[in-house]
């Protein structure tokens, strides 16, 4: 069965950093271009970094310089290290394959103090 799962999230201070996985089945992570996307409550799911087959990244303005994407295709996993955490970081971070269009369950990320 074709899926993402997503690891990594948890409850971190304001100015902190979590890595968040997405481990890939098959040959997902290196075939497609993958992203990671966010949900707060209430507002609509928004891009916040994606990763080309090639390796070439781009970013929400609202992370750059602070989130950074990568893929381990021999792991067959791709990343987002997440650093200076905001409160407004606060969402449910979902990985995304976009050729099958494929989502994970997602996992919740909370800054607070």
């Known amino acids: 069965q074709v899926q993402l799962v997503e690891s990594g999230g948890g409850l971190v201070q304001p100015g902190g950093s979590l890595r968040l996985s997405c481990a890939a089945s098959?040959?997902?992570?290196?075939?497609?271009?993958m992203a990671w996307y966010r949900q707060a409550p209430g507002k609509q799911r928004e891009l916040v970094a994606r990763?080309?087959?090639?390796?070439?990244?781009n970013y929400a303005d609202s992370v750059k310089g602070r989130f950074t994407i990568s893929r381990d295709n021999a792991k067959k996993t791709v990343y987002l290290q997440m650093n200076s955490l905001k409160p407004e970081d606060t969402s449910v971070y979902y990985c995304?394959?976009?050729?099958?269009?494929?989502w994970g369950q997602g996992t919740q990320v909370i800054v607070s103090s």
């Open positions: 995304n394959a976009a050729g099958p269009n494929l």
């Open positions: 990763i080309s087959r090639g390796g070439s990244t």
């Open positions: 098959g040959n997902i992570a290196s075939s497609y271009p």
